[in-house]
């Protein structure tokens, strides 16, 4: 009976890094049509007896501004492009900062890879199985998709307010725009609100996050996009 049981362990085990590995290699190259969240949400934001239904449009890299890309980057994780998926020195800080709030705030050290994974790959919730599982599946895209990748999907499937997911709706529902459009500033707008999108608004936004956003605007001018360049999409299809 243990053995039977530890064999059929190992065989889930095996089936979960090569079903895992396959789905990130698919998703490589073909756009995530959903996400868990996307799913999540509906059922739990009843408003009025009505679900709250999901916007979204994907659209290439090379159909978003680089003033989106930039502000991103500057608002989520300075280092995205030096790091390998964790950023140990952000964590380092951010324990240090926590010992010294004695919990009164908890500070975080995610980087966009991680919150890719998180999204694309995994439900929310700070269990350590869950955050074991994203350092898993961070490593993973890190190695398989690369940084332009990572860069895309995470444009894409982020939740920017209540069923609003990926920066082309978010464009479209605040500023009435398409994501190529934004400027420096409806950029910073955009990455402003990214730690509380479902109560804080881009279109109508609050003193804190205009003084937010323009943090972000002036750190997103020292911001180099490394290995970003227009032409072909991560994803294989030429524009």
Request: charged share 20%; with cysteine; glycine share 8%.
């Amino acid at each position: 009976m243990i053995r039977r049981l530890f064999k059929w362990t190992i065989r889930l085990i095996a089936f979960f890094f090569l079903a895992s590995i396959a789905l990130v290699l698919i998703y490589r190259v073909v756009d995530p049509p959903v996400t868990p969240l996307m799913l999540i949400r509906p059922m739990e934001g009843v408003t009025g007896g009505d679900l709250v239904g999901v916007s979204k449009r994907w659209v290439s890299i090379d159909d978003i501004n680089p003033a989106m890309m930039r502000s991103v980057i500057a608002a989520e994780d300075g280092r995205f492009f030096s790091h390998n998926g964790v950023d140990w020195k952000a964590v380092e800080r951010a324990q240090q900062r926590n010992e010294r709030s004695h919990g009164k705030k908890l500070f975080g050290a995610s980087t966009i890879t991680m919150q890719c994974a998180r999204n694309v790959f995994l439900w929310q919730g700070r269990n350590y199985i869950r955050k074991a599982l994203e350092v898993y599946f961070t490593y993973l895209i890190e190695f398989l998709w690369g940084k332009k990748r990572i860069l895309e999907v995470y444009l894409n499937v982020i939740e920017w307010g209540d069923g609003v997911y990926g920066v082309e709706a978010a464009s479209q529902k605040y500023f009435g725009i398409p994501a190529s459009q934004l400027n420096p500033h409806q950029a910073a707008l955009l990455a402003a609100v990214l730690p509380n999108p479902r109560v804080w608004n881009p279109g109508q936004p609050t003193p804190y996050v205009n003084r937010r956003a323009s943090m972000i605007q002036k750190r997103a001018g020292g911001v180099g996009l490394g290995p970003i360049r227009p032409g072909k999409s991560s994803s294989g299809r030429q524009q």
